[in-house]
């Protein structure tokens, strides 16, 4: 079935500097993809989504682009602030029926 | 989108007692799913709440631990049943929107068994 690889964290920057979390996916076809974020104590929010490839999401300053040459969907922010400190989810769907699956998470904390 | 709530937001139980959780959509949707998220860990999905019939199960996961109920298309409950310490978990309760892949998410239960 189709799955995700993300990078480890936790990942620390320094306000304003520049973030990028790696995920790469294998799927059949070229489903759409996601980036959640989960702030701490709450639930998953949907960050950003591509539906096709070379698409391009974006929300609230982060950006990922589709790119089925390299099969990432790597998340980037030019200049994060501690707000961003979060928990930032890679996700596609797999096995019919609307689901989803998960990749591991990056923690991401951003100090003053 | 959806909004969503749940209860309880947490709770500390005994081992072998069961906790029902419940989630609420403000709207009807179609599909509904249950997740678990150990601590530090990336979501598991449990089932998929289906309304009218009995819940889908993943591997991993049966009916008597988990019993999910599904009485309408804007409520669902998860029981975890017989708690054991390796329960404790944040239990997350989404929903999918027809025609597209998104899913929104409830704030999370977080349970704790001692």
């Known amino acids: 079935g189709n799955s995700v690889t993300q990078m480890e964290g936790p990942v620390t920057l320094s306000e304003e500097a520049f973030l990028t979390i790696n995920c790469t996916y294998t799927?059949?076809?070229?489903?759409?993809l996601f980036w959640y974020v989960q702030y701490p104590g709450e639930g998953l929010q949907l960050l950003l989504k591509a539906t096709k490839a070379d698409d391009k999401g974006s929300n609230k300053g982060f950006e990922a682009t589709y790119r089925k040459e390299t099969t990432s969907f790597h998340l980037e922010k030019g200049s994060v602030q501690v707000s961003d400190s979060a928990v930032y989810f890679c996700a596609l769907p797999t096995g019919g029926g609307n689901k989803l699956t998960f990749g591991t998470g990056t923690q991401l904390k951003v100090e003053l | 989108s959806a909004v969503i709530s749940q209860k309880p937001s947490r709770d500390i139980c005994q081992r072998g007692t069961s906790l029902t959780i419940q989630c609420q959509v403000d709207?009807?949707?179609?599909?509904m799913f249950w997740y678990r998220q150990q601590p530090g860990q990336s979501l598991t999905l449990i089932a998929t709440a289906n309304q009218g019939s009995e819940a889908t199960y993943e591997s991993g996961f049966v009916i008597d631990k988990f019993p999910i109920s599904r009485p309408n298309l804007t409520f669902s409950t998860l029981t975890v049943s017989n708690m054991s310490p390796e329960d404790s978990s944040i239990y997350l309760c989404?929903?999918?929107?027809?025609?597209?892949?998104?899913?929104?998410f409830g704030p999370g239960t977080r349970l704790t068994v001692t």
């Open positions: 989404s929903v999918g929107l027809a025609g597209n892949y998104e899913q929104y």
């Open positions: 799927a059949t076809g070229y489903p759409s």
């Open positions: 709207s009807q949707v179609t599909m």
